[in-house]
């Protein structure tokens, strides 16, 4: 499986932009890229995923670089309600598992 | 409904008791999975069940035992745990499909005395 890199934390402030990068250079070609966040003690909630296009629904956007080496999860306003730990995930072709790195966890500061 | 429901949400069990964790949902999900978090770690995968037949097991001890009955309901049975076995455990579902997103339920609470 692709593995993938991620800041351990991440401060943004209230309003602003939040960009988590992830680095996944050795993913192959037919391997989907997963966002997932954790608020505490709650289960993982899906946020979004991308195979090569850029990708944007309500909660947020992914930006996959050409090589594909490489993605950043957007949320465009962060609020306090985005701390969380954010997880990236690469997903084999056919892939029957999601398998979690250590995340980024990201505070949203007043 | 993106709906995956755990219950119960906290379980408090002695070394000797037998208990099963409950997962259903109702999205026709054909693959579903059983993780195990402990505090400030990322869940780590137990089990996937894909069409109803256990497709992965993490090399977890056979004090857990996994059952599928149907495409919209798995169980964990637990027996003999041991006081570390307490976790969060969550169960997901997905397509068994290339791109299918997983959802997930808010996990049980399980302690071990």
């Known amino acids: 499986d692709a593995k993938t890199t991620q800041p351990p934390s991440m401060d943004c402030a209230e309003g602003r932009a939040a960009n988590l990068p992830c680095n996944h250079s050795t993913i192959s070609g037919n391997e989907y890229v997963y966002w997932y966040r954790q608020i505490h003690s709650q289960g993982p909630q899906y946020i979004i995923h991308g195979l090569k296009n850029n990708e944007t629904n309500e909660m947020a956007s992914l930006i996959i670089t050409e090589d594909r080496k490489s993605s950043t999860l957007i949320l465009p306003h962060a609020t306090l309600r985005d701390t969380a730990v954010y997880y990236c995930?690469?997903?084999?072709?056919?892939?029957?598992?999601?398998?979690f790195g250590p995340g980024t966890r990201l505070s949203v500061l007043p | 409904d993106t709906e995956v429901t755990q219950t119960p949400k906290h379980l408090v069990m002695g070394m000797t008791n037998k208990k099963s964790l409950k997962c259903e949902q109702h999205?026709?999900?054909?693959?579903m999975y059983w993780y195990k978090q402990k505090a400030k770690k990322p869940p780590e995968l137990m089990f996937v069940y894909s069409y109803e037949k256990l497709s992965i097991n993490e090399s977890v001890p056979s004090r857990f035992s996994p059952e599928c009955p149907n495409s919209s309901l798995l169980n964990l049975h637990l027996h003999a745990l041991q006081p570390e076995d307490s976790a969060l455990y969550l169960c997901a579902s997905s397509q068994p499909l290339q791109g299918a997103e997983a959802f997930f339920g808010q996990g049980t609470r399980l302690t071990v005395v």
């Open positions: 995930i690469v997903r084999p072709p056919y892939g029957q598992n999601f398998v």
């Open positions: 999205m026709g999900h054909r693959a």
